[in-house]
């Protein structure tokens, strides 16, 4: 995607990925092994009484959607975001994304900076992550 393609008030919805118990426990396992990501036994005795993704697993599964959906080819200039709710065994997750800001590059004549927010909800709509971010993008080469 070049910056030409984005236009300030596009709305973008991605499609849905499932989210398994198993998944939760091996992302843990690997990345973030506190007890309410290891198991429901462990996670019973947290706060969220019962197995949840780290907010980390769901952050690189918003990720893998925001990719999905042709946000390629660009760089990071910053996020901020939250975990409203945690994301649990069996949620189907999918971005609602809403271009917000757009703007060329005051140093670099081949390049500009997007504004992007997005909500990472479940089937139900419960909001299990919000991102807001800033993408460095190229515009699209003259021919």
Same mark, same amino acid.
């Given at each position: 995607m070049w910056l030409e393609? +984005?236009?300030v008030g596009d709305h973008l919805r991605?499609?849905?990925?499932?989210?398994?118990?198993?998944?939760?426990?091996?992302?843990a396992e690997? +990345?973030?092994p506190q007890p309410g990501h290891l198991s429901q036994e462990t996670a019973l005795a947290t706060p969220f009484k019962g197995l949840c993704a780290s907010g980390w697993h769901t952050a690189a599964i918003s990720m893998r959607l925001f990719v999905d959906m042709? +946000?390629?080819g660009m760089v990071g200039a910053g996020?901020?975001?939250t975990w409203p709710t945690p994301t649990r065994p069996g949620d189907r997750l999918h971005l609602e994304i809403r271009v917000t800001g757009k703007r060329d590059s005051r140093t670099?004549?081949?390049q500009g900076v997007v504004e992007v927010e997005y909500d990472t909800l479940n089937q139900d709509g419960?909001?299990?992550?919000?991102?807001?971010t800033r993408i460095v993008v190229w515009h699209k080469p003259v021919e």
């Open positions: 393609d +984005f236009t991605s499609p849905e990925i499932a989210v398994t118990a198993e998944e939760i426990v091996a992302f690997a +990345f973030d042709g +946000f390629t996020v901020d975001l670099k004549p081949n419960e909001c299990r992550q919000r991102t807001r």
